[in-house]
């Protein structure tokens, strides 16, 4: 559906339920197509499994740092932060 900007103002209850429905909402103005009305598609964060497939799937292993196994001791890392006596 195209509208003016004009009518677009008169009418916003009614074109959210119809973008809600799928139906497609240009605004124009002056004639021209200004902006488009998409219905609003929230993101729940980041799915760890499906980032961890795509990676695989490129090639890309581990977490992509390769640090000395010692940096991977917790008694190693409290020393180092000072947190040992």
Same mark, same amino acid.
């Given at each position: ?46 799915? @760890?499994?499906?980032? =961890?497939?795509? /990676?695989? %799937?490129? +090639? $890309?292993? &581990? ?7 010692? @940096?991977?001791?917790? =008694?190693?890392? /409290?020393? %180092?932060? +000072? $947190?040992? &006596?």
């Amino acid at each position: 559906m195209e509208i003016s900007l004009r009518e677009a103002k008169a009418c916003l209850s009614a074109l959210v339920s119809a973008v809600q429905n799928g139906e497609r909402v240009v605004i124009t103005k002056r004639g021209e197509p200004a902006v488009e009305i998409v219905r609003y598609r929230g993101c729940g964060g980041i799915d @760890f499994d499906k980032l =961890a497939a795509a /990676r695989e %799937l490129v +090639g $890309l292993a &581990g977490d992509g740092e390769r640090w000395p196994q010692k @940096f991977n001791d917790p =008694a190693f890392s /409290r020393r %180092l932060l +000072g $947190l040992d &006596g």
